[in-house]
């Protein structure tokens, strides 16, 4: 065959229409794989080494300027990588986000009425509501150009998720193109891809007649479907698709939940015909029973079901809390149970000394999942379930959470089993290991903690995971059994040693790339992987850090409100001089910091060893100012303190959009409030303000200043 060339490969790259550089894209994936395949496997090149490389270059050109077009088997990323790890990277313009849970009815009445206070809904306003399966599949996103298929991505970590267009390009249930007339220029539809139980029969029956791998459950059968490096096993597998969410859109084609959906089914997108759209809790309810009776007969699985606000502009004023909706929820379906034996109890030491027992479980299928483990939560809990080794205990999974020890089967206790003895010395240092008094309550903490600190090094190693862990810094390559070989190795100590790594791998006699599961092309990759982090978002920044009760919430608070890590740093030790110091006052006074937290995050500053690792780290990664996410509305970086009774929207939903225009929100005012908003009836913080001479916004005057161009 020799020298092939693609009909286009003369038009030069600036001049390419996006489909003939899809086309020409896929081409050129094919020739270069077909001449990778002769050059390595049959040692029978057809073409000469310049020629292979200018195959190359036209394939970058192409993908520099449609970076959207990148395939997941493109030549670029394919290089020498590992099945797995063939996926680009995409960032979604919109995050996709998770669901908060209800368990029971009553948390459904408790969500309408939290929506109906929130929105300042009186009894004769309606709030409609929609409910619909939860599907259990994985979800996807889908990028519409010109009602063009351009690009899909999964959900990843939320924020960044991996490049499978090619692989949903061969999907029958996902169209190509969108039928209609008035469709927006780009449309990102979102939805779930999943398989149907009759499917994943069928599939499992050929891989095992095929001697193949067998798949747990439908969902991961799914999953690994899409996840295929070569797009043609995907187009064998019987994958369907549910839309019934979307990001970023030029326009929507409707101001309802139900209108939006309606419209994607017109244009050719599967849709659930299940969907309901009701008008309270009650019969938001009643739809969730009926839907455990027919869930056997779907046909698919389902693990509970959501409900949405049917208006759009309810769901904008509703917005998000943390990386969940507050104007949906999923209700899920009661927790799959179990039965099997208790082998052994273990005792982990997590990052912050707290001793966690885990019962290591005879394996048992839970819900089409194989579960070795649960967690036995505490001592406590241990006792008061009088769980012993060798008893026969009920397990039970529910979707995503860890598995959990329900109870024990006491008819079939093996004679001589002893009550389970929760070790007092830490397993892994020796440390004593106690449970803390709380000062107010006098009450014993449920959790036992080593006492050991840093020289314990199951809380080092721990630290070290959470670290790098995906909502953390996210190293690629940095997986948990690295970190334990790096730690005890002496190679990764603390956090400042991963950034020094590359420099003194390159001084070291037995080289990374030498390690045993190593090469070059993996050290390479996770040199870059941590170079690519030497910059990083403030308030991941201090979510690594790993102090107690600092969460991702609660780090993205801290870094919006000192804005960068030396402002940080140094209000922090000064806080730690004493509670009437102005440092300690103001960071009491962020809305969203109580007091214990504000305690453990001095606390942690107050320890030298703990500034000095900050210190170290801040020579090699610089932290960056938090996304200017509405940098400039005319309220960023303002502190509001909001009073007395609003008008137009609840206290809630006043904090909410304050928040959401880069506004600080305090509970109290000082001298470095900027504005008190007032309503009706305020008080003494009314007083107070003008004592200070703070500025008093009336709530419209506030409306009226954020509507303002920045
Ligand atoms: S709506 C902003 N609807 O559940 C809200 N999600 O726990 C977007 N899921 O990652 C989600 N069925 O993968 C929505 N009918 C449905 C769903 C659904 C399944 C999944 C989805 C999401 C997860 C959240």
New binding site residues.
Partial sequence: MGKAKHKTAGIAVDKLSQEQALAELKWLAAEIARHDALYYRSDSPEISDADYDLLRRRNEQIEARFPSLRRSDSPSIKVGAAPGDGFGKVRHRVP????GNAFSDDDVVDFVARIRRFLGLNEDQPLNITA????DG??ISLRYDDGRLVEAST?GDGTEGENVTANVMTMPAIPETLNGRDLPTSIDIRG?IFMAHADFQKLNADQQAAGAKIFANPRNAAAGSLRQLDPSVTAQRPLRFFA??WGEAQFLPGDTQTAVIDAFKNWGLPTNPEQRLCENAEQLIAYYREMELKRATLGYDIDGI?YKVDRLDYQERLGFVSRA?RW?V?HKFPAEQATTVLNDIEIQVGRTGALTPVAKLEPVTVGGVVVSNATLHNEDEIARKDVRIGDTVVVQRAGDVIPQIVSVILEKRPDGAEPFAFPTVCPACGSHAVREKDEKTGKLDAVRRCTGGLICPAQRVERLKHFVSRTAFDIDGLGDKSIQAFYDDGLIQSPPDIFTLEARDQRALKKLKDREGWGSQSARKLFTAIDARREIPLDRFIFALGIRHVGETTAKVLARSYGDITTFKTAMIAAAEGTESEAWLDLNNIDGIGETVAAAIVEFFAEPHNVKVVDELLTDVEPQPLEAVAAASPVTGKSVVFTGTLENKSRSEAKAQAERLGAKVAGSVSKKTDYVVAGADAGSKLTKARDLGVAVLTEDEWDELISRQP
């Avoid at 619909?132 to 599907?135: D, L, Q, Y």
């Fill in positions: 996709m986000l998770s669901l619909e399966p939860k599907i994985l979800s959900r779930e019934y969410a959501v909706p949906a999923a």
